[in-house]
């Protein structure tokens, strides 16, 4: 298990459009990773998918809802040899 860790999201948004980048970091520094995020806006509801820029790395659906300043939503990797799924929280900085 990997454990809590820390989610940086940068979005841009054309229309219902999503596009960005992201990071996470964790204390043990072998499961950090980034990527790109691609993905859609409904009203409140928002459905992305972040691929890693390293390619043997595990690329992730999510989906969530916006909430005032933040994010709520759960994650789960797909396309990968091992199970990874949960839940995450991002505020706007």
Do not use: H, R
């Not at 948004?13 to 409904?42: C, E, H, I, R």
């Not at 390619?55 to 994650?75: D, E, H, K, L």
């Amino acid at each position: 298990m990997v454990g809590d860790g820390t989610l940086t999201v940068t979005f841009l948004q054309s229309g219902k459009t999503l596009s960005g980048t992201w990071a996470t970091t964790f204390t043990d520094p072998s499961y950090n990773d980034s990527g790109s995020l691609s993905g859609a806006v409904d009203g409140a509801q928002v459905a992305a998918t972040l691929t890693p820029s390293d390619p043997t790395s595990c690329p992730y659906n999510v989906a969530g809802t916006f909430s005032g300043a933040a994010i709520n939503g759960t994650f789960a990797a797909f396309d990968c040899t091992v199970s990874a799924s949960g839940s995450f929280e991002v505020e706007k900085q």
